[in-house]
């Protein structure tokens, strides 16, 4: 596997801040992001790729190590989390196209985010760190790409909340990006994703370590992050995956419960995702990136009046949505408003149901029933 490194760029500093949709601002802003493949003479071959809620630029390859992020960078994170997608001859061929990945502004891998010290106090930001839009993270990550020349994306491509960023670049800034490829996303903040939103937050708050975002680095809100990461895991994976996942479980006798105790492997297997998770993320961040996702709203961000007039500005592009069938997380139902939305627009689309028992978190773990699709796609 090649080694790969994170690189880092500071797109703003304390005397030209990066201004936040919010009317704040903040300096200095750096970025940390991950390249594979060559940038081509004309600069025509970039594919920026949008990473999920708590994924990271380190995409593809093994990268042992990230500056400022030491302690969370654990073996998990080494391998790329894309590494079956991206590379030669791959779904995101690096022998035809350069491929881009940051870590979102507000992040704990290395971008600028709560973690970060204050300009000011030298302190981590911590609770202080300032609430940031779906649209700050694309402005963040367009300094990116005016540093490496890049005026025009071959494509934009997210799954999840990735996705739906991929959309708001390509809505924002038409001019930028020629393919637009969302997987398992959607157009707007669903009421059961709010809901399931809303509870991970409640989690994370009703911790007494979490001290208004202001916790010990050694002593986190981890029972808070853990039970927030379990509510969220339950829309990852199908029922079906789970229990084939967890049929191997071995069921816990010393869980940090006072009263209940575990009684099969399904319990087991969620409570060891929820306590794995806290060993490698930042609670302020993920607060930070669900609330940006609960506040998303395309129409406003985008700067229109509606969806439709919206991607009318988008018929210069072209869309491949990927469904799939079994994901709870971004129903069905939301590609298929999407579709609905490109065509009464009069954009050109494609939709591409994947059928999977995996669950959401297909995108993650099955390049092989993509690949063909987005080979298709990318081919100029």
């Not at 079956?84 to 985010?113: K, M, Q």
Request: proline share 6%; aromatic share 10%; charged share 25%.
């Amino acid at each position: 596997m090649k080694r790969v490194e994170t690189q880092f760029l500071e797109i703003a500093t304390r005397r030209k801040p990066l201004e936040l949709l919010s009317g704040e601002s903040i300096g200095p802003v750096r970025l940390a992001y991950e390249t594979y493949g060559r940038l081509n003479a004309a600069r025509s071959n970039a594919v920026l790729v949008f990473h999920a809620l708590s994924g990271s630029q380190h995409a593809a390859g093994y990268n042992p190590s990230v500056p400022g992020a030491e302690d969370l960078w654990i073996e998990e994170c080494h391998t790329g989390w894309w590494d079956g997608f991206i590379g030669p001859e791959g779904a995101l061929d690096t022998n035809r196209f350069f491929v881009i990945c940051a870590n979102y502004l507000g992040g704990c891998y290395g971008s600028t985010g709560p973690r970060s010290p204050h300009p000011e106090t030298g302190k981590p930001y911590g609770g202080s760190f300032p609430r940031i839009t779906l649209s700050d993270i694309v402005e963040s990550q367009l300094g990116l790409l005016d540093h490496l020349g890049i005026e025009r994306l071959h494509a934009a491509i997210g799954a999840s909340l990735g996705g739906i960023l991929s959309v708001l670049l390509a809505t924002r800034y038409p001019e930028r990006v020629r393919n637009v490829i969302p997987i398992g996303a959607g157009l707007t903040v669903t009421p059961l994703q709010r809901i399931h939103n809303l509870e991970q937050i409640m989690a994370i708050e009703a911790d007494p370590r979490f001290k208004g975002g202001h916790y010990d680095p050694d002593k986190p809100p981890a029972r808070g992050l853990a039970l927030a990461r379990m509510i969220a895991h339950k829309t990852y994976v199908s029922l079906s995956a789970m229990e084939e996942r967890a049929r191997d479980e071995v069921v816990r006798r010393r869980e940090p419960l006072r009263w209940y105790r575990l009684n099969s492997p399904l319990e087991s297997y969620m409570l060891h995702q929820g306590l794995k998770f806290v060993k490698r993320f930042d609670a302020n961040t993920y607060l930070r990136i669900i609330d940006a996702w609960q506040r998303f709203d395309l129409v406003r961000e985008a700067v229109g009046t509606d969806l439709v007039s919206i991607f009318r500005r988008c018929r210069e592009q072209r869309y491949l949505i990927f469904t799939i069938d079994s994901d709870v997380c971004f129903y069905p139902e939301e590609q298929a408003e999407m579709a609905r939305v490109l065509k009464a627009a009069g954009v050109e689309a494609t939709w591409v149901t994947v059928h999977s028992e995996k669950g959401h978190d297909s995108f993650l773990i099955e390049p092989h029933l993509y690949r063909p699709f987005l080979q298709a796609m990318l081919t100029p």
